[in-house]
């Protein structure tokens, strides 16, 4: 099915010759495979699940060397759009390509471009919806959903077209344990089918009962590729399985001084509640992670809390002062939101003026930018090289990165981080957990973490805040347990 043969790529580089990407790779799958591709960030993986689709070169452009065959197709003189009728892909950033109405009309898109016959599409679309059990967001606008429930709709998308292959780039990232688990059944099942699946992914979890090889990738090669049993001691090699700090346990916030008060907030999307009567108070150097289900609110929290949805009812509260009321330039120096699709707050065309652009803002208001702060920033997220990059065309690790430091560039006394971790290897995990810890014990920062990722959150959070169906029904001190987050 797929054959690689002293592949090597690098993107075009405004700098000269650009380091290669993938490093003359050999590789050869076989139909009836299930492959999972790990690597940190930057290793190349999902460059070489470009390749597998066509994207790379016909869609990126750079330079190609060697051979590579997909369905019997010599990539570079194939172009994706042929692949694509043999091989389905379920890309990170699903904003980039969920663009209908509803769900089922992104469903419907893929199928009449498909050589299945149109009698069946509804029967396809029925059977696909229930194999995932996501018939409830039949009739959803995928602009409207969760994050993780973006993802199941893309994997809907394209296991409606029956491919030969098919390729997931951090498929598990968004999903909470409950869709995870959904997941895994799901691909399991589509490759006892006879469907060759091959996952790109950052997460160690219990899905690699399921597959047959792993590979383990570093600097564009592959240094592993081996059963999962043998695979272990290479992710803690190359950094992907996380040494967290000590837990930071119960937390005496700086002075019991109140930053924070969210009170009975409510919002509504056609008439059906997103949150309901949420409130809560946080406080100087408290680290609180906000958990729940895909779809429970926690990312309609988080645009209420940097001020870019305004609550129905009830009001979030900066010292007193409604956030909706105090001016962006100066809302951003009081609480920095991080989201969870980088895309959504990128406006410049470098990274080192994406970085800088927030500073630049405070400093014409009469707060200076601190430019050793910065410059700390910038090298603990690895962003220094990327200076030049247009943060547009970054891996998806690398977006979050840069968009983690363009936040944190303005020191605000509230961080609001929405799935941090998604699409992060464990050396960055374990050296944001690190940072975070000092955040909040030594500046006093209050820090909020939205995750799905249980183990990050018991290393920097003290305190959850647990969201199911839009109303708060937990809120207590985080204790080590073998619960789901």
């Not at 495979?33 to 790990?38: K, N, S």
């Not at 959904?182 to 006892?192: E, S, T």
């Not at 690895?382 to 943060?391: A, D």
């Amino acid at each position: 099915m797929i054959h690689l043969k002293n592949a090597a790529y690098r993107y075009p580089s405004r700098q000269g010759t650009a380091p290669w990407a993938l490093d003359h790779i050999d590789l050869n799958v076989h139909q009836g495979e299930y492959v999972v591709i790990f690597g940190p960030s930057g290793s190349g993986k999902s460059t070489l699940t470009f390749v597998l689709n066509g994207l790379v070169p016909h869609f990126f452009g750079g330079e190609f060397f060697g051979e590579a065959l997909v369905c019997n197709h010599a990539v570079p003189e194939t172009p994706p759009a042929v692949l694509s009728e043999q091989v389905a892909v379920v890309l990170q950033n699903t904003d980039a390509y969920l663009f209908c109405a509803t769900v089922e009309a992104e469903l419907l898109f893929g199928l009449e471009r498909s050589p299945i016959p149109a009698h069946q599409y509804d029967q396809r679309i029925q059977e696909i919806l229930a194999f995932l059990d996501i018939e409830h967001l039949r009739h959803r606008a995928p602009h409207e959903l969760s994050g993780g429930e973006k993802h199941l709709a893309a994997v809907a998308s394209a296991l409606c077209l029956k491919p030969h292959i098919m390729i997931l780039d951090e498929p598990f990232a968004h999903l909470d344990a409950p869709n995870r688990s959904r997941l895994r059944q799901a691909l399991a099942a589509v490759n006892r089918a006879g469907t060759t699946v091959i996952v790109a992914e950052h997460l160690v979890d219990d899905f690699l009962l399921d597959v047959d090889r792993c590979l383990v990738m570093e600097k564009g090669r592959v240094r592993f590729d081996g059963t999962p049993r043998q695979t272990l001691p290479h992710l803690m090699e190359v950094g992907l399985v996380p040494q967290y700090p000590q837990p930071p346990g119960e937390q005496a916030p700086l002075g019991q001084e109140s930053l924070l008060k969210v009170s009975e907030v409510s919002f509504y999307r056609e008439g059906r509640p997103v949150l309901d009567r949420v409130s809560f108070t946080l406080r100087a150097g408290e680290s609180v992670a906000v958990t729940g289900p895909n779809g429970s609110g926690k990312t309609t929290l988080v645009k209420i809390l940097g001020g870019l949805l305004k609550p129905h009812e009830g009001c979030a509260l900066w010292n007193g002062r409604d956030i909706h009321k105090i001016p962006p330039p100066m809302r951003v120096r009081h609480v920095g939101v991080s989201f969870q699709n980088p895309n959504d707050q990128f406006f410049k065309v470098q990274v080192e003026d994406e970085i800088w652009a927030g500073p630049k803002i405070l400093g014409k208001k009469g707060l200076p930018a601190d430019r050793e702060w910065i410059e700390h920033i910038c090298n603990l997220f690895g962003v220094r090289p990327l200076k030049e990059h247009s943060p547009y065309r970054l891996s998806e690790g690398e977006k979050k990165r840069v968009a983690l430091a363009s936040v944190l560039a303005m020191k605000p006394q509230v961080l609001v981080l929405d799935e941090p971790t998604a699409g992060q290897d464990g050396r960055f995990r374990r050296e944001l957990a690190e940072l975070l810890l000092c955040l909040s014990k030594d500046l006093g920062i209050a820090v909020v973490v939205v995750t799905h990722d249980k183990d990050f959150a018991r290393a920097v959070c003290a305190r959850r805040l647990l969201l199911d169906k839009g109303r708060l029904v937990e809120d207590r001190a985080m204790v080590p347990s073998a619960e789901e987050v």
